[in-house]
């Protein structure tokens, strides 16, 4: 008897196909303003699509790359590059030129399939970047062949997943890293079953789900529909987020589920319409990805109700490390509001200091993982993966203290990331952008505290001698290069940046000086 095979775990694409075959005439899916898809709708579709994609010659270990808006066909391709065993190389819709080159060259993304229409001319230079890289649209294009037409031409057939390991790349991800350039994350078969389970077991689910997506399906959008399918669910999207549709939405459909961030939150609060709305059949809000204000969550929870739920996690770590349970929100408690929650039973959770020594209650110490959670490393980065596996544990970068009952509080960052709006600012890369500038002699960029934003990007400028530029320019400069996002909300025009003992932008002491909103 083999064992190996006996006791062969069912990962993604196993447990993706075996969903996929139950409940067959359950409503599943619906894009705004579209038909509602059923579970053997969507079934049908991602078997369209896998066999389209096997002609066009994707196999397993294809490098895939999308790039598209919340249309149906996302899912459709990601259910179907998990079910050949291809990896998947989702690309940001907001996200600039030099970030969406990055990830097909480094990756070496031997297929982008990309909206039709949106994004024919960011296709065309990525192609032009990457000339042995096959171009598919989502739609009619002159840059390459229509997927949705050609997955027309086949006719459904069974879901049959590939057989995987716990090591196979399930995706290749990037974030930002101490040299500047994204750091690609290869996500394995293990890491993306672990989510989902612990996703699962933990989080606080209605009975079932009516989720509300209003994040890109290209990412956090994507990562709630295996759940929501699971718990025999049903996921309505949106194009994006705007606070009167999520709250009218909220209302005519009756949700009792959606994930936002921080920033959302505010939106939806500040909102000169916010009480025209019956938000009541919410039961769990999910939120996540950044800070949230404890005055803001209090306020929330006052005039939406005691349905919010808080995970912590990371890309590295993806999803949930630490849970804030609902009835843990206790508005009385104003530390307990500003916790990340407790570590889930899934994983060893730890809080150790620059020596890798557990420190005691109520001590700062950064946040450590092991687990099945964890991914294996950093592709084609062994040195960095060192360095973040340094005596055998993930090491998160933040820093927290645990409180009475286990509740862990992030207090700072050991790394210089900015989470702005729910979403990862990388100041060298910023940095980066704006030395390009003939005017700047010297740059730093710093987060400072925002009440929409969580954090807001703030750039500190040394100007050459004789040289000018407006803050405009320089904001214009990053938007046009990394996106809208991650453009300074602020430009600080400075005599000197103050310098460490080694040489280094004292960013400590920027903080101090110039870590206020102006």
């Not at 096997?54 to 490098?63: A, K, M, P, Q, Y």
């Not at 990896?87 to 990309?114: R, S």
């Not at 900015?418 to 030395?435: A, M």
């Amino acid at each position: 008897m083999q064992l190996d095979e006996l006791h062969h775990p069912v990962y993604v694409p196993e447990l993706l196909a075996n969903a996929l075959d139950r409940d067959c005439d359950r409503p599943l899916l619906q894009i705004l303003g579209g038909p509602t898809l059923t579970v053997a709708d969507v079934c049908a579709a991602t078997s369209r699509f896998v066999q389209a994609l096997n002609s066009l010659g994707v196999e397993r270990s294809t490098r895939v790359g999308l790039l598209s808006s919340n249309l149906p066909e996302v899912l459709y391709v990601s259910n179907a590059v998990q079910l050949i065993g291809a990896i998947y190389v989702p690309m940001h819709p907001l996200a600039g030129l030099p970030d969406h080159l990055h990830a097909v060259t480094d990756a070496e993304v031997d297929i982008l399939i990309f909206e039709a229409g949106r994004f024919d001319a960011r296709a065309t230079e990525l192609a032009r970047e990457a000339s042995a890289m096959k171009l598919v649209a989502l739609g009619a294009s002159p840059l390459g062949d229509d997927l949705c037409t050609l997955a027309g031409e086949f006719d459904p057939a069974p879901l049959t997943p590939v057989r995987v390991g716990p090591s196979d790349i399930l995706r290749l991800g990037y974030s930002g890293g101490t040299t500047g350039k994204p750091k690609s994350l290869a996500s394995c078969q293990r890491t993306g079953l672990a989510t989902v389970t612990i996703m699962m077991a933990e989080w606080e689910w209605p009975s079932p789900p009516r989720f509300l997506s209003c994040t890109p399906l290209s990412h956090a959008g994507a990562a709630m529909f295996l759940p929501t399918l699971l718990k025999q669910g049903s996921m309505l999207v949106l194009p994006g987020f705007d606070p009167v549709e999520v709250m009218q939405t909220i209302q005519q459909q009756r949700i009792n589920c959606i994930l936002l961030v921080p920033t959302m939150i505010y939106a939806l609060l500040d909102h000169p319409r916010f009480g025209e709305f019956d938000l009541s059949s919410l039961e769990t809000v999910f939120y996540g990805a950044s800070a949230i204000a404890p005055a803001r969550l209090k306020e929330a929870i006052e005039k939406i109700g005691p349905v919010f739920s808080q995970f912590y996690g990371q890309a590295e770590a993806p999803m949930t490390v630490t849970l804030l349970r609902k009835a843990e929100h206790d508005v009385s408690d104003m530390r307990r509001l500003a916790s990340c929650g407790r570590p889930v039973p899934w994983l060893r959770v730890e809080l150790m200091d620059a020596d890798n020594n557990a420190v005691a209650d109520g001590e700062p110490g950064e946040i450590c993982v092991q687990g099945p959670l964890v991914m294996d490393g950093y592709r084609d980065n062994p040195e960095l993966t060192r360095e973040t596996f340094a005596g055998g544990w993930l090491h998160s970068g933040d820093v927290a203290v645990r409180d009475p009952g286990g509740f862990l509080r992030i207090i700072d960052r050991t790394k210089d990331m900015i989470v702005t709006g729910g979403f990862n600012v990388y100041p060298r890369e910023i940095e980066d952008v704006l030395s390009e500038h003939p005017a700047v002699g010297e740059v730093a960029v710093i987060g400072v505290p925002h009440p929409k934003w969580g954090e807001a990007v703030k750039a500190l400028i040394v100007l050459r001698a004789g040289q000018q530029a407006s803050p405009e320019e320089l904001i214009s400069l990053v938007a046009e290069s990394k996106g809208s996002y991650q453009a300074p909300k602020e430009v600080e025009f400075i005599d000197s940046i103050p310098q460490t003992a080694v040489g280094k932008p004292d960013k400590k002491a920027l903080r101090a000086a110039h870590g206020q909103p102006g």
